[in-house]
Nanobody, 122 residues
């Protein structure tokens, strides 16, 4: 199976920046797409960004486009989420996930990390 571990979440001031990491271990596939999601208390899980390991294609949700950047390091099997111009409404638990498809629907992702808390203060 594939194990995913997120890291980098912390308390940050509004307008600041933060970079999250997602390290994959165990059985991995270069063709897997990797996605970032978030979930705030009382709200549904929200798609943020996806990147293809094989083709390098990326797609972003409108809510974060222009502020967040997804990237990868193939040698380390690691995916990153660079977050700039953070707002209080970005406060949530952030998750990375792996899918065999290049898709935004969370139901298509088979493997999930444990999540990392991001809190943005005003």
């Amino acid at each position: 199976q594939v194990q995913l571990v997120e890291s980098g979440g912390r308390l940050v001031q509004a307008g600041g920046s933060l970079k999250l990491s997602c390290a994959a271990s165990g059985r991995t596939f270069s063709s897997y797409a990797m996605g970032w999601f978030r979930q705030a208390p009382g709200k549904e899980r929200e798609f943020l960004a996806v990147i293809s390991w094989n083709a390098g294609n990326t797609f972003y949700a409108d809510s974060v486009k222009g502020r967040f950047t997804i990237s990868r390091d193939d040698a380390k099997n690691t995916v990153y989420l660079q977050m700039d111009s953070l707002k209080p409404e970005d406060t949530a638990v952030y998750y990375c996930a792996a899918s065999t498809s290049y898709i935004t629907n969370y139901r298509e992702y088979a493997y999930w990390g444990q999540g990392t808390q991001v809190t943005v203060s005003s």
